[in-house]
């Protein structure tokens, strides 16, 4: 892809996050009040480091949920009765079940992977959002910390001070420094004085308490104070608090209740954020939406392996989504570069998420830059489609909602318009509608599910 076309599609997310008006204003200074100490057991160091290993490993090699196609071949899969189309995904759905008959004692989660149209939230916050009504809400599950511009529909984010992230390019597709970068390839850091961020649930996104956790690493001389629920503790590298095993980053436990809000401040060195997760102890669905501007397959790829699979443990996933392909159409590589790219990413989920299912979103259209609609969008919806038959995922095509090629100028020219006319993104309302036509076919399929146990 050129510079050019690459710039552009990383600025998309940032005019839809603008749209919100989340910034950050810098401030030279942050008030310092008394502090209380973290008492916690003690642990090995949360910065411990990760070793990395190639994506050839053995791992990336993991067989498949399913019977592999040997061909790989769609119309193979089909013949073998799974049409990735139907979407049978048996464990979401039994697990869905155990929420809607009041059966499930724990949140069901979606882990939902991909690029800026996951990255906006207005996509993902909308199939959230129709799950949970069905459901039951869960909370708002994975969002950052200190990234901005950055958007959440459940969460009121705020945050003050100078917040750097790592790396600068987050969709990069080669490996940087350690590689530890826990489920969405970004960490965020103060840039040489104070920072802080808050974070308040939006009401009706959770239930009964909220338990937080707060993903984090120490160098020297590192610390911050984390608030909630009128309780003040300090965090350094004397607070031994327990690192996720393999993961390279710690995860310090808050409970607060819905009204509460978290409070992070840094106070001394570099400490390093990867996240924070907020459920409420009433089980429900939790969508964590993890997407970068700009990214592809490979991008994910790239990370360190073994704390990826680490934070995927961490989360439990019932479903996993990889919803890319759009950065991939500009690209120029053959299509079939990146099948076995899909084949490493499932790999690593299926360490961390031995049972989770698997749901390969597939790119809306496009438009190419001459005009008209970009003709690599169907050859990577036609790639995925055999992916997803290949390795035993679900399917759904973006481009097939669309109406197939075209589609994008045909949601441009609606009242209100559905696409937003930068040739790649879909407007707030295309997005809206787009997530109810994902919802009705997850929900159709949940219902043949339900419908063929009786």
Known sequence: MSEQIERGIALGLAGLAALVGITCASRAQLDSPAKQPVSAASAP????????????SARAALPPAAPPVPSGDLAAARAAGRDPTQLELPHF????????????????????????????????????????????????????VGVKPYRHTQVRWSCDGPWRIEP???????????????????????????????????????????????????????????????VTQVVSKGSGIAALPGAGFASLPLEGGLADKLELVTLSGAPRFYGVI??????????????????????????????????????????????????????????????????????????????????????????????GSEPRVAEIDALQRSVAGELGCGYLSQLEIMGGPGGYTRWANKTPPLARGDRLHLSVKGYEQMANAIGDRLLAAYARKALAAH
């Open 168 to 230: 600068a390019q987050p969709a990069r597709r080669t490996p940087f420094d350690d590689g530890v970068f826990a489920l969405d390839g970004i960490r965020s850091f103060p840039d040489g004085a104070p920072a802080q961020a808050g974070f308040e649930l939006s009401p009706g996104t959770a239930h009964g308490q909220v338990h937080w956790q707060v993903w984090f690493s120490l160098g020297e001389a590192a610390s911050f104070r984390v608030s909630l629920a009128g």
């Open 93 to 144: 759905y039994a697990e869905l079940a155990g929420l809607e008959q009041r059966k499930r004692k724990t949140a069901v989660r979606i882990f939902w992977l991909g690029d800026s149209h996951t990255a906006a939230d207005y996509l993902t916050g909308a199939v959230r959002a129709r799950l949970q009504t069905r459901f039951g809400a869960g909370g708002p599950g994975f969002v950052r």
């Open 278 to 371: 907020a459920e409420g102890s009433e089980p429900g669905l939790v969508l964590d939406a993890v997407g970068i501007d700009g990214a592809r397959v490979a991008t994910a790829l790239a990370w360190n392996e073994a704390s990826f699979e680490a934070a995927v443990r961490a989360r439990a996933p019932s479903l996993a989504v990889f919803a890319f392909g759009t950065n991939e159409a500009f690209d120029t590589e053959k299509i079939e570069k990146y099948r076995p790219q899909y084949q490493a990413l499932l790999a690593r989920v299926r360490v961390g998420a031995p049972d989770a299912d698997c749901l390969i979103v597939g790119p809306p259209d496009a438009n190419a830059v001459a005009g």
């Open 45 to 56: 160091p949360a910065q411990a480091a990760i070793p990395a290993r190639p994506i050839s």
